[in-house]
């Protein structure tokens, strides 16, 4: 089944840009969407379809697509954006819905 | 307010059986493809199940396949998630979640019910 690749774990100080890797065999071919999720919280969608932010997230989180690796860009990172990061495809060819295992971003 | 509320989680012995609910409202349910997605302590996301609007579709992961049954009403706004021959791994919090389409991005989450399977 197909099988998506994030790094367990991001640090970045205050102010700076965070970026988080998913990497998946043609991953450019398929839409991305990224979750934030909190702890004892439920995830929070942040970016679907590649690149596009739903209402109420900040222009700060953007997202990108293309060969074999996605990634979010988290801007001007503050405390509040500490949390787990997934990222997930529908995978056409198996009919397989997948999430990453997750990245931990820590701000310093 | 756009809501999923999830309930019937709890404690269960290995080999038992379990329904789940979820409640929407604030949306057209009716027009959305439904979700459950689950999350083992510790642990990562996974995808569990899944059904179209009109109940017509269903998918169930390789992991719960022949012993989960997800289902909706309509006309009650409730998905439901029926487990069965629950093992220790299927120990999680379990997520009623809507997606933006049948193939979407999953836009909303409840806030997710405890399953224990434990003797």
């Known amino acids: 089944s197909y099988v998506l690749t994030q790094p367990p774990s991001v640090s970045v100080a205050p102010g700076q840009t965070a970026r988080i890797t998913c990497g998946g065999n043609n991953i450019g071919g398929k839409s991305l969407h990224w979750y934030q999720q909190k702890p004892g919280q439920a995830p929070v969608l942040v970016v679907f379809?590649?690149?596009d932010r739903p209402s109420g997230i900040p222009e700060r989180f953007s997202g990108s697509n293309s060969g074999n690796t996605a990634t979010l860009t988290i801007s001007r990172v503050e405390a509040g954006d500490e949390a787990d990061y997934y990222c997930?495809?529908?995978?056409?060819?198996?009919?397989?819905?997948?999430f990453g295992g997750g990245t931990k971003l820590t701000v310093l | 307010e756009v809501q999923l509320v999830e309930s019937g989680g709890g404690l269960v012995q290995p080999g038992g059986s379990l329904r789940l609910s979820c409640s929407a409202s604030?949306?057209?349910?009716?027009?959305?493809?439904m979700h459950w997605v689950r999350q083992a302590p510790g642990r990562g996301l996974e995808y569990v199940s899944g059904i179209s609007s009109n109940g017509g579709s269903t998918y169930n992961a390789d992991s719960v396949k022949g012993r989960f049954t997800i289902s909706r009403d309509n006309s009650k706004n409730t998905l439901y998630l029926q487990m069965s021959s629950l093992r220790a791994e299927d120990t999680a919090v379990y997520f009623c979640?809507?997606?933006?389409?049948?193939?979407?991005?999953?836009?909303?989450w409840g806030q997710g019910t405890t399953v224990t399977v434990s003797s």
């Open positions: 997930q495809v529908w995978d056409t060819s198996s009919d397989h819905r997948v």
């Open positions: 979640v809507k997606s933006l389409g049948d193939f979407g991005a999953f836009d909303i």
């Open positions: 604030g949306f057209a349910f009716t027009s959305y493809a």
């Open positions: 379809d590649d690149s």
